[in-house]
């Protein structure tokens, strides 16, 4: 089975790109193009961009990316789903497939982009625990800046249709991580799945995929890893100062296991800055919990109603 290996970017429509990218880069964030039309933003990884803004009268979320893990398995793809590969007019340049899933959501799968190099920043942070201790003779100085985004690391996608999404990932080669019930255990209606590579660690998750509660398709939110836990306190302190909206965090949560913190973009978009999360491979027991707020987090301030928007 051919299979994708990571998250590429996510697709917006934005009625000001302007605005979308001033939050962007309090984010932390980097514009790469931008124009009348479409706004291309990347993290301090290599990859070429991670977010895509398109102007558009109405806000709405459009679609993502995925890596293939080679150009033949980007053939591959094509062939099983009846589509072509193309050459990919968009920054970085490669190959392409585009797909529709189920919930309408455009899926391109891209393999062969050139990479810019990184974006340089600081080393992660080192701990001194209880125990175990390694930071001797430093200290720890940070000053509230954005945040050191080093990539896009997940989307979570609210379906009308949870089964026939499902395995359209799956045909791609996702497998879930961890899925949640309501009522019976039979009733399945979320799973949180991986890119299937067999031993090698990945991922708790690169796709999320639940149930719609309002009968629409739409992104709940997507997700983009920073350095550190410092780094992610620093840049919840600089988008406070700024007024930007608050959704959630900060907290642990449990699927998944990532440190959190929730954002809104000026057109009510939830974008998370996460840290520390889980790794799984083909080993890694899959977990089956029923679906609560109570199942979202370790340890975080209250959930409020606004958070599910």
């Not at 979320?61 to 033949?72: C, E, I, K, P, R």
């Not at 690169?206 to 939110?221: E, K, L, W």
């Not at 930007?244 to 296991?257: D, K, L, M, N």
């Not at 809104?264 to 999360?277: A, M, Q, S, V, Y």
Request: charged fraction near 20%.
């Amino acid at each position: 089975m051919p299979a994708v290996n990571d998250i590429a970017f996510v697709r917006y429509a934005i009625p000001d790109l302007d605005r979308v990218a001033q939050f962007l880069a309090d984010f932390g964030l980097h514009t790469v193009h931008k124009d009348a039309t479409t706004l291309y933003s990347r993290a301090c990884g290599d990859a070429p961009f991670c977010h895509v803004a398109h102007k558009a009268e109405h806000p709405a979320t459009l679609g993502f990316g995925l890596y293939a893990q080679s150009a033949a398995d980007l053939v591959e793809i094509a062939r099983d789903f009846g589509a072509s590969v193309e050459d990919s007019p968009e920054p970085g340049g490669g190959q392409r497939v585009r797909l529709k899933d189920p919930a309408g959501f455009s899926v391109d799968i891209v393999h062969g982009q050139q990479r810019p190099g990184v974006i340089a920043s600081r080393a992660p942070m080192i701990f001194n625990p209880a125990t175990g201790r390694q930071r001797l003779g430093r200290g720890v100085r940070t000053a509230p800046e954005p945040s050191r985004v080093q990539r896009l690391g997940h989307v979570a996608l609210l379906v009308t249709d949870y089964k026939a999404c499902l395995a359209f990932y799956q045909k791609l080669g996702l497998s879930p991580s961890d899925s949640f019930y309501a009522g019976q255990p039979s009733n399945v209606i979320a799973s949180f799945m991986h890119c299937g590579l067999g031993e090698k660690y990945t991922d708790h998750h690169t796709v999320a995929v639940i149930t719609s509660p309002d009968g629409t398709n739409r992104f709940d939110h997507t997700a983009f890893e920073v350095l550190d836990l410092d780094d992610l306190m620093q840049g919840n302190a600089y988008l406070k100062a700024r007024n930007y909206e608050h959704a959630w965090g900060v907290g642990r949560h449990i699927q998944g296991s990532q440190i959190f913190d929730y954002w809104r973009d000026p057109f009510d978009h939830k974008h998370e800055h996460w840290t520390d999360g889980d790794l799984v491979n083909k080993d890694t027991p899959v977990g089956l919990a029923p679906f609560s707020g109570n199942e979202l987090s370790q340890w975080a301030p209250t959930l409020e109603q606004s958070y599910f928007r």
